[in-house]
């Protein structure tokens, strides 16, 4: 830790020289400041612990102390005292005042209690930094959400983590949480001290991808001047991510093939079986199950990666979500740049969850980090949000008619439901998921005989 910075704030000069002189022996750095103002100045430039006097020719100590606290919960505060009075020991406490203590004072006590408070923050930083980047970054507490959709494939994760058993497919479209599941799949598992890989098929030509995976010996082609391990054999015990699968040419899909059967493979140019213990988890935006009839995926390796499918629904089919994304990615942003927002508007709210998400939940999570840059206040407004607007839902794609055709009735009522599930019955917010205003909705509810269920009554 670099030097710690303290501020001596009294107005009486004698008292900041003695506390000053014996702190800067002790080797911190020291600030002094005689006014509530030049003290809330002084803190502004970045001091780590503040020696605070009750009494202020120009405020008091404890309106200083809940400043200093909100500008930056970090800082320790040691309240000094002329008066021994238990209700202003009590007062600072509850304000965040890490102690306090009565004048005339011993100068030890306070240079001890300096150190202490100071050790003390350094230790909780430290642990929540750690806690933060290390302790269970991928626990399935991770993947937010209770919808039923994301509850099925958290269920899912967590027994496919605990068991031994092999391949597991994820599907879903980009941004909804494949390379996230893949993680929690492989830390909430036995495999979690073991190296967790992984690889995009679509970012390597074939011949590099399948060096890459398998390794190859000396000599195998122009490049291969040494012999390389390849990631199956780097994440032996562990796990190994394969995104964008059905990106795979077709020869790698078939040595893939016979790697999940057999648990054996050859590197690039070489003749012994080397024999791995790796789970592999595969992730797709695509329809395997079409690219498999268009001839472009091995059949016999789909219903291989298929025994155990794991679906990522996209954002839109679970707006339920949206408002704990959201707060969820607040949070995170208020840590990573050092904000204070506590909420979000409804109206902001609103419109979140009306919109379509085409990028889901990556795409939320970049808007909210938008957002949080760009506010000022505690609060998060439509105003942060420009691209979303207030007109309501957004089709993320124009919907194809199916050749078959369809009921429009039909479909019209079933969307109707939907939205009045959705918002649990309300109306108001049933329309604005529908672009719809109060009046239309009602309309249509008369027009299917729509009635609320019992169990949704308030
Ligand atoms: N359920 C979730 N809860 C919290 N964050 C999520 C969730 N799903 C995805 N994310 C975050 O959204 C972003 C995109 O997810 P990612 O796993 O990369 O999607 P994909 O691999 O499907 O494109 C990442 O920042 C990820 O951490
Ligand atoms: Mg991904």
């Not at 001596?8 to 600030?31: A, F, M």
């Not at 006014?35 to 001091?47: I, S």
């Not at 391949?167 to 893949?182: N, P, R």
Request: aromatic residues 6%; contains cysteine; glycine residues 6%.
């Amino acid at each position: 830790m670099p030097i710690p910075t303290v501020l001596v704030v009294d107005d009486e000069q004698l008292i900041r020289w003695s506390l000053s002189q014996r702190l800067e022996h002790e080797g911190y750095r020291v600030v002094e400041a005689g006014t509530a103002e030049t003290a809330l100045a002084r803190h502004g430039e970045g001091v780590d612990l503040v020696l605070l006097d009750y009494t202020l020719p120009d405020g008091d100590g404890l309106a200083v102390l809940k400043r200093i606290k909100d500008a930056d919960a970090d800082t320790v505060v040691i309240m000094l005292t002329a008066h021994s009075s238990v209700d202003l020991a009590v007062e600072a406490m509850k304000g965040g005042a890490y102690h306090y203590a009565n004048k005339p004072f011993n100068l030890d006590e306070i240079a001890l209690l300096v150190e202490q408070a100071l050790e003390t923050t350094r230790l909780r930083r430290e642990v929540r930094a750690l806690r933060a980047t290390q302790a269970q970054p991928f626990s399935l507490d991770r993947i937010v959400g209770q919808s039923r959709a994301i509850a099925e494939a958290k269920a899912l994760l967590q027994k496919v983590a605990a068991s031994p058993a092999s391949t597991v497919l994820l599907t879903g479209e980009s941004g909804t949480g494949k390379d996230l599941a893949a993680k929690v799949l492989h830390y909430a598992s036995s495999r979690a001290a073991r190296p967790f890989m992984n690889i995009t098929c679509s970012a390597l030509p074939d011949t590099i991808l399948e060096s890459e995976l398998f390794g190859h010996e000396r000599g195998a082609f122009t490049d291969a001047r040494s012999q390389k391990r390849g990631l199956l054999e780097s994440a032996d015990g562990g796990t190994v991510f394969l995104d964008e699968i059905g990106e795979m040419a077709p020869a790698l899909q078939a040595k893939l093939l016979r790697f999940l059967e057999e648990k054996t493979f050859k590197r690039v140019g070489g003749v012994a079986d080397l024999r791995v213990d790796v789970r592999v988890v595969a992730a797709t935006n695509r329809h395997l199950e079409e690219e498999v009839q268009k001839g472009r995926f091995r059949e016999d390796l789909y219903y291989r990666l298929n025994v155990l499918p794991i679906v990522l629904p996209p954002l839109r089919a679970r707006a339920d979500d949206i408002p704990a994304l959201v707060h969820y990615f607040v949070d995170a942003y208020n840590t990573e740049f050092r904000k204070r927002v506590r909420g979000v508007s409804a109206e902001a709210m609103r419109r979140l969850q009306a919109h379509g998400w085409p990028g889901n939940i990556r795409e939320l999570r970049n808007a909210v980090e938008r957002a949080m840059l760009l506010v000022d206040g505690d609060q998060l407004t439509a105003d942060q949000f420009p691209a979303l607007s207030g007109a309501g839902p957004r089709l993320s794609e124009a919907v194809d008619l199916p050749a078959a055709g369809i009921n429009l009735e039909q479909l019209e009522r079933s969307l109707v439901v939907q939205a009045l599930e959705r918002s649990g019955w309300n109306q108001t917010r049933a329309a604005g998921l529908l672009g719809l205003n109060r009046d239309q909705i009602r309309y249509r509810i008369e027009k299917f005989k729509l009635e609320k269920p019992a169990a949704a009554a308030e």
